[in-house]
Every structure is written in C-alpha cells, then in structure tokens.
C-alpha cells in the first residue's frame, strides 16, 4: 500500500497464519514497516530532501541539466507532444456546453463530440514471437 501524501510504503503479504500468532506476527511486521517509512522520512527531511513533490523536482533539475549541460531531455519532444494532444482532446470533452434537463432543471453534460486523437504507440518486439 503506496502512501504518496505520508511518503510511505506498506507491503501486505496476504499470507495468513494458521495458529493465534496471526494475532500478533502482522501487527508486528506492520509496526516494523511503519517504524522503517518514519526513519526513512526522517533522514530525509534532516537532509534537506524531503519534497512533496520529489517527482517534480527530479524531473525539473533533469530539465534544467539538459540546458545547462546539453544533456539529454528528461522526456523526448514527441512523448511531450503527444501528451498535450491527449490532454487537449481530454479537457475538449470536458469543457462541453452542459444543457439543462427539462425535467429536473439540473444541469448536465450534453452528448460530448469525441475527436479523433491519433496516439502513436510503439511497442517493443516481442522477444518470445520467434520461439
């Protein structure tokens, strides 16, 4: 179990025990997971890298080295453009003009016209298709 806003990870076995021990051993698997994500957390935030948005920034520092140090971008212009191409179809559909319902008089999303996006997907060969 993924926590983003604590920061934290819990992993669930899903393994039962067969005796009074399932009354115990998870909780205590659980506290010593729990008490690893605080240590964790801590030592981060003592170094000065505990960021809510970790992803961001990583992702912006990797920006600003490609300008800075002519590196590779963090993400190719394609996948850029084509993200912007599906969120615009996305918010197009969303941004519809809502109608009223004559008999409850509550507004509501028209029919949505749906543009074609056309998304190039490519996929990596197959390394069992010659087998």
Avoid at 66 to 87: K, V
């Amino acid at each position: 179990m993924i926590d983003e806003d604590q920061q934290t990870l819990i992993r669930c076995t899903g393994a039962r025990l067969k005796s009074y021990a399932e009354k115990f051993i998870p909780p205590l698997n659980l506290a010593r997971q729990n008490f690893g994500n605080v240590a964790t957390n801590m030592r981060k935030f003592l170094r000065n890298d505990f960021h809510m948005k970790s992803g961001m920034k990583c992702l912006i520092e990797s920006f600003y080295r490609s300008i800075t140090e002519d590196a590779a971008l963090p993400i190719p212009y394609h996948e850029i453009l084509r993200t912007s191409r599906i969120m615009d179809a996305i918010f197009g559909q969303l941004n519809a003009k809502t109608s009223t319902h004559p008999l409850t008089g509550n507004q509501s999303l028209g029919p949505v016209p749906v543009a074609p996006v056309e998304v190039e997907l490519r996929s990596k060969p197959d390394p069992l298709a010659s087998v």
